[in-house]
Structure formats: C-alpha cells, structure tokens
C-alpha cells in the first residue's frame, strides 16, 4: 500500500471519528422510533420470532417432517430465528435509511455511511431482548445453559457487518434508482429459503452445499445454533468462508459508497 492511500485511508477513517456523536444519535433515535407510540413497546422483538417459530414447527416440523437433528423443533427454529429476524428487521431499514434521510443529507455534511450502519445497529436491542426468550425456551424443553451463549454477542458482529455491507449498496443504489427499494423484500424472502433457519444444512444435496455456504448467513445461523445447543461445536471453517465473504462485501461495499456518496446530496 502506497503512502498516499494510507494518508487516505487515515483521513477516511479520522473524518469518522469525528462524526461519532452523531452516529451514536442516529442509532439512539432509530431505536427509540422503533418503540415510540406502540402498544406492545419492546414486546414486539419477542412476538414476531416468537410466532414465526410456532408457524415453522406446525407447518415444517409436524406437517412436513424436516429434520431439526434431535433437537425439538421450536430450539431448533428460534435458536435461528433470533439472528434471521435482526437481519430481516434491520436489513430494509439500513436500504432505505438514505431516501428516509434525505433531509438530513441535502442540508449538512457528514460522512453518509454513519447512516446505514446507524440503522444496521438499530436493529441490536431486539436482538438482545429476543436472544433472551431463548433461554427460557431452552431451560423449558429441559436444555442446560452453556457457556457458548457468551459468544452470541461475539457472532452478532460479522452479523452487523453483513447488514451494513448490503446496506451500504442498496442505499446507494437507491439514491439513483428508486425502484431498488422493492427489490429489498424479495431479496430477504430469497435470503430467507437458502439459509438453514427452517431446515438444517444437512438437509441439503452434499454438491449444493458448498454453494449454499457462499451465503453468509448459512455459517453465522448454524454458528449462533452451534453455540446455544449443548454437545455442539462451531464449524470453524464454514464461519471463516461468511466472514471472508462479508470482508469482501464490506470492502466492495465501501469502495462503491465512496465513489457515489458525493452525488446524493444532489439527486435525493
């Protein structure tokens, strides 16, 4: 690396620095209109995983059968539904979070990545308050606690840096495309049926699956359902191929910010 991309790099990263109140803000703000003027309030990060989990266990553990691997199919399903439901919640927020923005942008200067990745970490305290009724669901269908909870909080970071590398992208794109924001939802329903959250990774043909783990959601879900389950081990190799993939992403991901975040103040 030359010395003037380092002064570069440097700059880059200082500029943020500098605007770090103002991403702490942002992601305050998110998460307070996240349960502002709402009947239920922090209910709502328990309800809908919660319900999906009892969907998947009627219609894909009773009526269909699929394997959940010895595991009682309500752990099964939530112990991946905590992670999905953060990527599902926070991934259209992040998108979105320039166009919902734009006030904000076409009036002051800060860097504009504070934006989606302020969204991304929005999206934490529901996992959290999910991640929670997981423990009771556990101790209820008779499962001890183990030590590999611990790392949940250490799995959610490569999680947040996948939400913010795709959001990054979208958002940008959908400053000059705004139909881009409907491609979102068909994005997640797509995310949704190739990550093992209703079935397992070995449910699926062995010529598929190393195609399936280019996915990173494949190695972080089974990874997060590895640490909750006793007896079970994280594939180390199979979490290193989505934290390289996510690397990729955020690396792609911030070079295309860069290039087109100097034109948004002009087409939002």
């Given at each position: 690396?030359?010395?003037?991309?380092?002064?570069?790099?440097?700059?880059?990263?200082?500029?943020?620095?500098?605007?770090?109140?103002?991403?702490?803000?942002?992601?305050?703000?998110?998460?307070?209109?996240?349960?502002?003027?709402?009947?239920?309030?922090?209910?709502?990060?328990?309800?809908?995983?919660?319900?999906?989990?009892?969907?998947?266990?009627?219609?894909?553990?009773?009526?269909?059968?699929?394997?959940?691997?010895?595991?009682?199919?309500?752990?099964?399903?939530?112990?991946?539904?905590?992670?999905?439901?953060?990527?599902?919640?926070?991934?259209?927020?992040?998108?979105?979070?320039?166009?919902?923005?734009?006030?904000?942008?076409?009036?002051?200067?800060?860097?504009?990545?504070?934006?989606?990745?302020?969204?991304?970490?929005?999206?934490?305290?529901?996992f959290?308050?999910?991640?929670?009724?997981?423990v009771a669901?556990?101790?209820?269908?008779?499962?001890?606690?183990?030590?590999?909870?611990?790392?949940?909080?250490?799995?959610?970071?490569p999680?947040?840096?996948?939400?913010?590398?795709?959001?990054?992208?979208?958002?940008?794109?959908?400053?000059?495309?705004?139909?881009?924001?409907?491609?979102?939802?068909?994005?997640?329903?797509?995310?949704?049926?190739?990550?093992?959250?209703?079935?397992?990774?070995?449910?699926?043909?062995?010529?598929?699956?190393?195609?399936?783990?280019?996915?990173?959601?494949?190695?972080?879900?089974?990874?997060?359902?590895?640490?909750?389950?006793?007896?079970?081990?994280?594939?180390?190799?199979?979490?290193?191929?989505?934290?390289?993939?996510?690397?990729?992403?955020?690396?792609?991901?911030?070079?295309?910010?860069?290039k087109?975040?100097?034109?948004?103040?002009?087409?939002?």
């Amino acid at each position: 690396m030359t010395e003037a991309l380092r002064t570069m790099r440097g700059e880059w990263l200082l500029e943020y620095f500098r605007y770090r109140e103002l991403f702490y803000f942002l992601v305050w703000r998110d998460v307070k209109i996240r349960y502002k003027q709402t009947v239920l309030g922090a209910a709502w990060a328990v309800i809908q995983p919660f319900f999906m989990m009892i969907v998947f266990t009627l219609f894909f553990g009773r009526m269909a059968g699929i394997d959940s691997e010895g595991v009682p199919y309500p752990v099964f399903s939530y112990s991946a539904l905590v992670p999905w439901t953060y990527f599902q919640q926070a991934m259209p927020l992040s998108g979105n979070s320039l166009l919902a923005n734009s006030r904000l942008i076409s009036k002051v200067y800060f860097p504009r990545a504070i934006i989606p990745a302020a969204a991304a970490l929005g999206g934490v305290v529901d996992f959290f308050i999910a991640a929670v009724v997981l423990v009771a669901i556990m101790l209820y269908y008779g499962f001890p606690l183990g030590w590999g909870l611990l790392l949940w909080p250490v799995l959610l970071v490569p999680t947040v840096a996948f939400v913010v590398a795709v959001g990054m992208i979208f958002s940008a794109l959908n400053v000059k495309y705004r139909d881009i924001k409907y491609t979102i939802p068909f994005f997640i329903q797509a995310m949704l049926f190739v990550s093992p959250v209703i079935y397992p990774t070995s449910a699926v043909p062995e010529q598929y699956q190393t195609l399936l783990r280019l996915n990173p959601m494949v190695g972080l879900i089974n990874a997060f359902r590895a640490a909750a389950l006793p007896g079970r081990t994280i594939d180390l190799g199979e979490l290193g191929v989505s934290i390289a993939v996510i690397t990729g992403l955020l690396i792609v991901a911030t070079i295309y910010f860069r290039k087109t975040e100097r034109a948004f103040a002009d087409l939002i």
